[in-house]
């Protein structure tokens, strides 16, 4: 059973830096991991991903800001945040698919994921 539990989220100021960690229990050896947002009113949307064979993928949005690695020893996935902005506020959920047998390619649609943690907020003032 994959449990998946976020955390560091916060409240900061526009320009400043947060770093998302998720703690992954139960994962197979091969995954796909991913960092997705939802503000209110909006659909969710992926931010950035993670595959433990093909690398990393990051939104328009969010690239060249964000930066999404694994420390594998530790089983956590982090999104570190700067140049943070009011549109980045939003619930921030860790998503991850794995097997042992199939390799995954980084994506961000979430109909490509089928782990989900509760969430962490983030609130960025201007």
């Known amino acids: 059973q994959v449990q998946l539990v976020e955390s560091g989220g916060g409240s900061v100021q526009a320009g400043g830096t947060l770093r998302l960690s998720c703690a992954a229990s139960?994962?197979?050896?091969?995954?796909?991991m991913a960092w997705f947002r939802q503000a209110p009113g909006k659909e969710r949307e992926g931010a950035a991903a993670i595959s433990s064979t093909h690398g990393s993928k990051y939104a328009d949005s969010v690239k060249d800001r964000f930066t999404i690695s694994r420390d594998s020893a530790k089983n956590t996935v982090y999104l570190q945040m700067t140049s943070l902005r009011p549109e980045d506020t939003a619930l921030y959920y860790c998503?991850?698919?794995?097997?042992?047998?199939?390799?995954?390619?980084?994506?961000?649609?979430?109909?490509?994921?089928?782990?989900w943690g509760q969430g962490t907020q983030v609130t960025v003032s201007s």
């Open positions: 998503a991850a698919k794995s097997s042992d047998w199939y390799t995954f390619e980084p994506t961000l649609r979430a109909g490509d994921y089928i782990d």
């Open positions: 139960g994962l197979s050896s091969k995954y796909r």
